[in-house]
């Protein structure tokens, strides 16, 4: 099907804006300038952007035409089916790779120094397990719940646009934390702890493997958190598909083990230590951004344990620096004093002083 605006990017209003600039500014400059002005970075740049997104954006719609193309089982179970296998498997087993490399970047930012790894027994036990959730319990729940879906959400051949797809996904995360927390915390009431949730608390220092390592019906539970969202706003599948790509991600990181950069909520922290934590503590964090432990006040010992984790990698990196420092001294490479553990530690807690004014 072809359309006149592309529905993810509006990228052919931008491009005839871009052409037509063009053309008008020719008419009037000289040849050399017109040269300087259709080679310039700028307009090359904005040209290049406009091409990749309408590039993306048709080969997104070429898709969803043949998917609705298909029988409906396609799109209700085989599409979402084949995303959690893959985001579940890729991730999961990157960071496991991660973890068993040698990478001191990867292990200096490990939540819990003190843990020991799950052994592969273990390992093997887990990845087993919601396997066999991923060929039975899933697809199962997905084809049952396929006509709820298909009454609530948009299956139309034309795509949402970029302005519905930022809003929708911050509507998303608002209600994924709602759902999450609520569930969650339920899931924590003794009655119910012990006979369901009590599986993926089975090990306190998790791995990304482990993100779905569920009771069979806390799997089917967890199919709300990422459908909540896209189910209450009405929103287009493919939305839905998006998000579950996302959601995915975030919960395979989320069970990494490891602080990484750029998964901090705005003043609440890393998303992936508070529920590190959590496995920890079993008591604290029930949240995925961390809003619900905030305003309800569960976030526990969080914040001190998290200072601490701080002021213990700091120490670390000074050892690391003094020794490296000392052992550059020794081959004769070093200039100056080394750098002992206690100015490394004094230069570091100074920095940081500085930065918290
Ligand atoms: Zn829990
Ligand atoms: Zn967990």
């Known amino acids: 099907m072809v359309r006149s605006v592309n529905p993810l990017t509006g990228a052919h209003d931008g491009a005839s804006v871009i052409s037509l600039s063009a053309t008008s500014s020719s008419r009037r400059a000289p ?64 960071f496991l790779a991660l973890d068993h490399s040698e990478l001191s970047w990867w292990h200096r930012r490990k939540c819990q120094q003190k843990a ?65 927390y609520h569930c969650h915390f339920l899931l924590h009431h003794p009655s119910i702890y012990s006979l369901v949730h009590k599986v993926h608390h089975e090990y306190t220092a998790p791995i990304a493997l482990e993100c779905l390592y569920f009771h069979p019906i806390e799997s089917v539970l967890q199919l709300g958190t990422v459908a909540a969202g896209p189910l209450l706003l009405r929103s287009h599948v493919v939305l839905l598909y998006a998000w579950t790509v996302i959601a995915l991600f975030n919960v395979s990181l989320h069970h990494c083990g490891h602080e990484v950069p750029l998964d901090e909520a705005p003043r609440l922290g890393s998303m992936a230590h508070q529920h590190d934590y959590h496995h920890k503590a079993c008591r604290a964090n029930y949240g995925v951004i961390g809003l619900f432990d905030w305003l309800y006040g569960t976030r526990g010992g969080y914040d001190e344990w998290h200072e601490k984790w701080e002021r213990e990698r700091m120490v670390a990196a000074a050892a690391a620096d003094g020794g490296k420092a000392q052992a550059e001294e020794k081959k004769g490479a070093g200039s100056g004093s080394p750098l002992s553990v206690a100015t490394a530690w004094d230069g570091l807690e100074r920095s940081t002083a500085v930065r918290r004014r």
Request: proline share 5%.
């Open 116 to 180: 020991r790894p799950i052994p592969w027994v273990n390992v093997r036990k887990i990845t087993l397990f919601v396997t066999a959730q991923l060929f039975t319990v899933y697809p199962l729940t997905l084809w049952l719940g396929a006509q709820l879906v298909r009454a609530r959400l948009d299956f139309s051949a034309e795509l949402p646009d970029l302005h519905t797809v930022l809003s929708s996904f911050a509507a998303f995360a608002l209600c994924t934390e709602a759902y999450f």
């Open 31 to 94: 040849v050399h300038a017109r040269a300087a002005t259709l080679s310039s970075p700028h307009i090359r740049g904005d040209a290049l952007h406009i091409h990749m997104r309408t590039f993306a954006a048709s080969h997104l719609e070429a898709w969803w035409s043949h998917i609705r193309a298909q029988p409906d089982y396609v799109a209700d179970v085989v599409v979402p089916m084949a995303i959690t296998f893959s985001i579940y498997y890729g991730f999961g087993l990157l």
